[in-house]
């Protein structure tokens, strides 16, 4: 029996495809008319991998991905992403683990941005409840632009006993409520941490609250009263990842 396949496109996701798992890719398809240094280096990885390539005119590859800009590459692939446990993953950690929860993000443009952040900032891990939340999809892959392949996304079906699991585990979590009074630079974030973003608008709902060990926010100057859930998730991993890469204060 064949395996179920899903369509994927954009150099960025197919290459990180290529080169993290090959294995799942059944067909490549490019462009005829396309012929720059970018495919040609796409095309060479393919060909290291032994993945199949199919060339076909544009028009064609339009009718397999209607309305989006695959940059004239595309790719039938597993349709089941790996199944990931988030024990295993903290297990394999070296030094303190870092791991974004997103509580309620339904936008795949949102969590494609989130992913890239968390690939920039070291995240080892994002988390997501089951329900009320987008999968991976071909919109997060190419928005990720690679980082759906480097960074484990993992779906939970409860989200608030998984925040309970990640404390069992000595991880400190910080949740981001624009009603907080402590500011994300005065918390403290340079050890064993989970960091909480709810859905723009909805926020975290009661039961994840609850569980943090601690509200930040994101102080605002400006007019708006909120920014995009990937903007605060990449403000506030920088500056974890900055208090991270501190050098340790000499005694005195």
Do not use: W
């Not at 997501?128 to 892959?141: I, S």
């Amino acid at each position: 029996m064949a395996r179920p396949t899903r369509l994927v496109y954009g150099f960025h996701a197919l290459s990180a495809r290529l080169r993290q798992r090959p294995d799942s890719i059944h067909e490549l398809y490019v462009v005829t008319s396309r012929d720059d240094p970018r495919m040609r280096a796409l095309l060479d990885l393919a060909g290291e991998k032994g993945v199949r390539i199919m060339e076909m005119s544009a028009e064609r590859l339009e009718r397999l991905l209607p309305g989006v800009r695959h940059q004239g590459v595309g790719a039938q692939v597993d349709a089941q992403d790996r199944a990931l446990d988030l024990e295993d993953v903290l297990d394999a950690i070296e030094g303190d683990p870092l791991v974004l929860l997103l509580d309620g993000v339904t936008d795949p443009h949102n969590l494609g941005a989130c992913l890239r952040s968390a690939d920039a900032m070291g995240v080892h891990a994002v988390v997501a409840p089951k329900d009320r939340a987008v999968g991976m999809t071909p919109v997060v892959e190419k928005v990720a632009s690679g980082a759906a392949e480097t960074v484990p996304y993992i779906m939970v079906t409860n989200l608030a006993r998984t925040i309970d699991t990640l404390k069992d585990r000595g991880l400190f979590l910080a949740g981001l409520a624009g009603e907080a009074d402590k500011r994300i630079q005065d918390a403290t974030l340079g050890g064993p941490l989970g960091l909480v973003l709810g859905a723009e608008g909805a926020g975290l709902r009661r039961l994840t609250r609850e569980r943090c060990d601690v509200l930040v926010k994101v102080p605002m100057t400006g007019s708006v009263e909120s920014l995009n859930v990937s903007v605060t998730a990449g403000i506030c991993l920088y500056e974890a990842m900055r208090q991270r890469t501190l050098p340790a204060k000499k005694k005195t």
